[in-house]
């Protein structure tokens, strides 16, 4: 299989996937018209970015395309609807960064804490102002309050309480019904993390806050105007998931009427490339420290990243299946599986799926079973609608090592 790396990618984690067999590509920096022109040039049948933008001109450009993988967690940056059109499979590396931005969250929290940045700047222009920064309050028995509790979010929570922090949290996992919600919250109980009821609840409750939110349409503008009406004055915000998660008109209005404290690694108007001009009305306002989208940007991490990404491709060739793949339906429209046992022979998948086809119905998903040996296997057809007694008496006859045919409802 060809690959191409629209992103740099470090060169052991290359020689990994040319040693598995692959053609490696790599070409760092492609985006735009140059990113869909080398797709039609080099005709990869995998992509991998990490803050390329891949939209759905760049997908379409080469037919032959079947996994994007996105080197990193978050994916909102690649067409998924346009993937999904096109049977391309999307998948990403969640968690592999996780150590990385919980360990700049932090930094930035004890930045603001004891304004770390502006001491350093006064000391570039030669000012001595001891009185003046010694008054930071300290965060020893403060309360760090989060939205949305995923795997950062629960390293920062180990980082907070080791500095004698207590914890407050709202995700969508915490408020789930069932055995899930269930599960999320007594694993929240354990790990010393009281449970609130709404994001508003969060910022109410904490001296800091910090957000974990994937961006989605849900999440967007979920830190707006009433999550800042909530929170204490002078308390702490910490944003080192996705801009959009956040209105930041509410958020500047909370830093000028409030004293809102701000650190963030993510923001609106932020440059797309590695170096350029900044413009942004946040950062004029006291209080506001950022840092240029570094979250994930360690070697710890990106090494991490890279093996993830290696074996998302190696289990693809090998299996035809990616792991961590976004874009794949959870429940297909099938109502009926027809399970097959039969000799693993040449012809009679294909005798099977006649038979249906004859019957027009539509095939939604299928896996064929082989048993210790080789000799056997058991093919398992989910359909969208029933076959008739005398189609499923087709299917058993329709070729000399069938054994058996059933068909039942899928639950």
Same mark, same amino acid.
């Given at each position: 299989m060809k690959i191409l790396l629209a992103d740099a990618f470090p060169e052991q984690q290359q020689a990994?996937? #040319?040693?598995?067999?692959?053609?490696?590509?790599c070409e760092p920096g492609l985006k735009g018209d140059s990113l869909v022109e080398t797709m039609g040039g @080099? @005709?990869? $049948?995998?992509?991998? +970015?990490r803050s390329t933008k891949v939209p759905e001109a760049a997908i379409a450009a080469h037919p032959g395309l079947s996994l994007i993988v996105r080197a990193g967690a978050g994916y909102d940056t690649i067409d998924v609807e346009a993937a999904s059109a096109r049977s391309v499979y999307v998948a990403n590396c969640p968690g592999m960064n996780s150590i990385a931005v919980a360990e700049l969250a932090f930094g930035l929290i004890l930045s603001l804490d004891r304004r770390i940045p502006d001491n350093v700047a006064d000391l570039r222009s030669g000012v001595w102002n001891k009185g003046e920064y010694s008054k930071a309050e300290g965060l020893y028995g403060k309360t760090l309050g989060i939205v949305g509790l995923g795997r950062i979010a629960g390293e920062l929570v180990e980082r907070a309480q080791a500095f004698g922090m207590k914890t407050v949290a709202w995700s969508r996992s915490l408020s789930a019904a069932g055995a899930a919600g269930d599960t999320a919250r007594a694993a929240a109980a354990a790990a010393g993390i009281a449970v609130l009821d709404s994001p508003e609840a969060v910022a109410a409750a904490s001296d800091v806050v910090s957000l974990h939110v994937a961006s989605t349409a849900e999440t967007h503008g979920l830190a707006g105007a009433a999550f800042f009406k909530?929170?204490?004055p002078g308390a702490y915000f910490i944003n080192t998931s996705r801009a959009e998660t956040v209105d930041e008109g509410a958020l500047r209005q909370a830093v000028a009427e409030k004293g809102i404290r701000v650190g963030v690694d993510v923001f609106d108007g932020e440059p797309a490339g590695k170096d350029g001009e900044v413009q942004s009305d946040l950062f004029a306002l006291p209080g506001v420290y950022g840092t240029h989208h570094i979250g994930a940007s360690t070697e710890q991490a990106q $090494?991490?990243?890279a093996d993830e990404v290696v074996r998302i491709v190696s289990s693809y060739m090998s299996t035809g299946n990616?792991? %961590? +793949? +976004? %874009? #794949?339906m959870e429940k297909t429209p099938a109502k009926y599986l027809v399970s097959v046992h039969h000799r693993n022979r040449v012809g009679v998948l294909a005798s099977v799926? @006649? +038979?249906i086809k004859q019957h027009g119905i539509n095939v939604d998903g299928m896996e064929n079973v082989l048993f210790q040996g080789g000799e056997g296997a058991c093919a398992n057809i989910q359909i969208e609608s029933a076959l008739s007694p005398e189609g499923l008496d087709a299917v058993t006859s329709a070729h000399s090592d069938i054994f058996s045919a059933t068909m039942h409802e899928i639950p």
């Open positions: 990994a996937l #040319r040693s598995a067999g692959c053609t490696v590509v @080099q @005709q990869p $049948d995998i992509l991998v +970015v909530a929170m204490k $090494d991490a990243v990616a792991p %961590n +793949v +976004v %874009n #794949r799926l @006649q +038979v």
